[in-house]
């Protein structure tokens, strides 16, 4: 079974520091995807990667960076936290060519 | 951009009936694929149809695509408590790996 392990279920930080969420999976997946959900907007694309280094922005980049250094682990870096970047996080993974993506249990992120 | 949208927001049903779900998205699509969410917790893959089958079944689930009219439906036969959940659609382009998810419609079926 695929399993996507995210490094926190619950974190709280202070506006203006710099918050590090981390993923990995551990079925060699090509693609892996940051995401974030909020009550009423659904789920929304932040970034996503789909190879070692490589990235790719998604509908709402801004204030997030990644980073993809081995294919496994998969960060998202809030560069200078703000309130409104409160919300839940989730990271998925998944194979080449649309294939199901598998999710993490999420990070509720608040941010204070 | 969001391309699923799903309906109803929200189905109140009684355990034992069944519950269906409606999807419609507005551009071509190479598949569709139907989640689940757990409250509080990450979704999970419960089946994927491809832009050229009608019709898909995994034991309780059936889902129809029908890509004239731009939509799918997810069907729940026998519904149990267990199954109290957020269902979300989801469509796949063949020219990306992302996947472009609808904002849900939140199940509940009561004992």
């Known amino acids: 079974d695929v399993k996507v392990t995210q490094s926190s279920r619950y974190l709280v930080k202070r506006t203006g520091e710099k918050v590090f969420l981390e993923c990995v999976q551990d079925m060699d997946h090509e693609n892996m995807f940051w995401y974030r959900q909020d009550p009423g907007l659904g789920l929304r694309l932040i970034y996503f990667s789909y190879d070692v280094k490589m990235k790719e922005k998604g509908d709402i980049p801004e204030g997030y960076s990644v980073s993809r250094e081995k294919k496994e682990r998969f960060s998202l870096i809030l560069e200078s936290a703000s309130t409104n970047q409160t919300s839940m996080y989730l990271c998925?993974?998944?194979?080449?060519?649309?294939?199901?993506?598998?999710f993490g249990d999420g990070t509720r992120l608040s941010i204070l | 951009s969001q391309q699923g949208e799903e309906d109803p927001q929200a189905l109140s049903i009684q355990e034992g009936e069944n519950a269906t779900m409606n999807c419609s998205y507005k551009t071509s699509i190479n598949n569709l694929q139907w989640y689940r969410q757990n409250s509080g917790r990450g979704l999970v893959h419960l089946i994927l149809i491809r832009s050229n089958e009608r019709e898909k079944h995994s034991g309780r689930l059936r889902v129809t695509l029908d890509t004239s009219k731009k939509s799918s439906s997810l069907l729940i036969t026998a519904s149990r408590a267990a199954d109290t959940a957020s269902y979300f659609c989801a469509t796949g382009t063949r020219n990306s790996e992302k996947l472009v998810f609808g904002k849900g419609t939140k199940l509940t079926v009561n004992p």
């Open positions: 998925a993974s998944s194979g080449r060519f649309n294939q199901p993506q598998h």
